[in-house]
């Protein structure tokens, strides 16, 4: 086995298990100037990883702690020099790679070209996967031949080495779209693994050759026709919204739903996976009648979905739950997932039930975060005293931060009530000659 057979292999022991934490007392992070990060840089093969961090915001406060869990740190010390600077303190490098916003990641080669970049807080696994498929290759790599041009490795350092010199973006396109086709033929998994970066990688190139669009559109359509035929497993029901989304045409997730049948099992079965994938845009396109057949019963759908949050937070060993192929469950989104019921419930004439989904889960995530989405669903149906007397509901039981953003939501409220202003009256032009 390869090295970075191997390494992938130890990558799915290490994330199948609870994490372990390095030392406090150490820490991946070099005390260097991205200048002298950039020296040290070249003189050992590595590229920088730099993260921009503000300590004063939660987000970055809470990221901070997986760079400590110990396959992640490991990994870290050995591939990348690794250093946190605030944005503030390297304003001209923030504003180049446009880092503005912490937190933020850059894997930068030593040649000051982007390799990679991760927006936003994200768990150690997230991480990894996200950095680790980028710096395969970077070191040395070559034309797979012989042996090695079976290995989906040895095609994603070819690709990702001409992805830093940038002057061969067809033979780019060909290794990253070889890795996507045959992946899994050696490691299974992998495609599902690498997924995300690779149809990345395949957009970017769009800027350079006219042959990435086509080529996403052709694997697109391929699962287009698995799933009509109900041949299409749950992860390739995934897959056709990912490509989707990384063809900037995520309308067409919406579109295909309204023409699967629920008198297919197969393509019912399809469907249920994209009410998980993409209910805020079906609810936004007004599939109502779809959404309640699929989904008969969405407070006990909700609940259900929360105490295997609650139940997941409080065993130290056990991994966040999965919604469906792809997609890790969150508070945030069962709430915003209610919420998008809540308005399926009103529209199709259904009060009673509507109220009770917002007292089922306000009552068991008392924000002002809930009572916000639920109003902003009623204030789209136009039900604006509804709207009102939930939020007055909210001000009641909140804290000072949950009623401030709660009373913004009324003013809102009432203003949508009031309706557009009227335009003000056009001058006569003659005056009073």
Not at 26 to 35: A, E, I, R, V
Not at 332 to 344: C, F, I, K, P
Request: proline fraction near 6%; aromatic fraction near 8%; include cysteine.
């Amino acid at each position: 086995m390869n090295i970075p057979s191997l390494l992938f292999t130890l990558s799915l022991g290490l994330s199948a298990v609870s994490p372990t934490i390095a030392s406090q007392a150490d820490s991946p992070f070099l005390p260097l100037k991205s200048q002298d990060a950039f020296v040290r840089a070249e003189a050992e093969g590595l590229p920088v990883l730099m993260w921009f961090n503000d300590p004063e915001l939660p987000t970055c406060r809470r990221m901070q702690r997986i760079f400590h869990e110990e396959h992640l740190f490991n990994w870290i010390k050995k591939n990348t020099i690794c250093i946190q600077v605030h944005p503030l303190e390297e304003a001209k490098m923030a504003a180049r790679y446009g880092a503005q916003a912490p937190p933020c990641t850059l894997l930068i080669g030593s040649n000051r070209t982007l390799i990679e970049r991760l927006d936003g807080a994200v768990n150690a696994d997230k991480f990894l996967s996200t950095f680790e498929l980028a710096v395969t290759g970077l070191r040395a790599a070559a034309l797979p031949e012989g042996e090695t041009a079976k290995d989906p490795y040895a095609w994603l350092a070819w690709a990702n080495h001409l992805f830093t010199l940038g002057n061969k973006p067809e033979e780019c396109l060909e290794a990253y779209m070889w890795v996507l086709d045959n992946a899994d033929k050696t490691h299974p998994g992998l495609r599902a693994r690498s997924l995300e970066f690779l149809l990345k990688r395949v957009a970017y190139l769009k800027l350079g050759t006219d042959l990435a669009t086509p080529r996403l559109l052709q694997r697109r359509a391929d699962l287009q026709r698995s799933i009509l035929a109900g041949e299409a497993t749950q992860n390739e029901v995934f897959e056709f919204t990912r490509f989707n989304f990384w063809l900037r045409q995520e309308i067409a997730t919406t579109q295909f739903f309204a023409q699967l049948s629920s008198d297919s099992p197969a393509q019912r079965a399809a469907r249920q996976t994209l009410i998980l994938l993409d209910l805020e845009q079906i609810v936004a396109w007004r599939h109502y009648a779809a959404v309640r057949e699929l989904v008969p019963e969405p407070k006990l759908e909700i609940l259900k979905r929360l105490e295997a949050l609650k139940a997941s937070q409080e065993d130290p060993e056990a991994s966040p739950p999965l919604l469906t192929y792809g997609l890790t469950d969150t508070r945030s989104r069962v709430v915003a997932d209610a919420a998008h019921h809540y308005e399926v419930l009103l529209a199709s004439g259904l009060g009673a039930q509507a109220s009770q989904l917002l007292e089922a889960v306000s009552s068991r995530i008392n924000t002002g975060r809930v009572y916000v989405a639920f109003m902003t669903k009623s204030n789209r149906l136009e039900l604006y005293a509804l709207s009102t007397s939930t939020g007055e509901a909210g001000l009641e039981v909140l804290g000072p931060k949950g009623q401030g953003m709660v009373r913004t939501a009324l003013m809102r409220t009432e203003n949508l009530a009031k309706g557009p202003a009227e335009p003000p009256a056009k001058p006569d032009q003659d005056g009073d000659r």
